[in-house]
Nanobody, 120 residues
Framework: QGQLVESGGGLVQPGGSLRLSCAAS????????MGWYRQAPGKQRELVAT???????NYADSVKGRFSISRDNAKITVYLQMNSLKPEDAAVYYC??????????????WGQGTQLTVSS
């Protein structure tokens, strides 16, 4: 089994910045696609950003140009740098690790979530 532990959430003013971290352990290797999702109250969980082991990234349109995802394959840790934060960015942010098995079934791990509040 794999584990993901997020850290770095908190309260930030609009326009501010924050960095989230997610450390993987157990069976999660550097070959996993890692990413961040978020869920606001009353809304579905949505993709924020993903990054492959090779460093290819994908972002939701709503965060492009403001958020940056990166990873340290040696530490199997993924980061989300969030700049120019808006009230609508407030949500619980979840770390995800994903991999396809040889038979194309999916292995999916989730962290416990970390709360981001954007408010003045």
């Amino acid at each position: 089994q794999g584990q993901l532990v997020e850290s770095g959430g908190g309260l930030v003013q609009p326009g501010g910045s924050l960095r989230l971290s997610c450390a993987a352990s157990g069976s999660i290797s550097s070959g996993y696609v890692m990413g961040w999702y978020r869920q606001a109250p009353g809304k579905q969980r949505e993709l924020v950003a993903t990054i492959t082991s090779g460093g290819s990234t994908n972002y939701a349109d709503s965060v492009k140009g403001r958020f940056s995802i990166s990873r340290d394959n040696a530490k199997i840790t993924v980061y989300l740098q969030m700049n120019s934060l808006k009230p609508e960015d407030a949500a619980v942010y979840y770390c995800n690790a994903f991999k396809l098995r040889p038979d194309y079934s999916a292995i999916n791990y989730w962290g416990q979530g970390t709360q981001l509040t954007v408010s003045s």
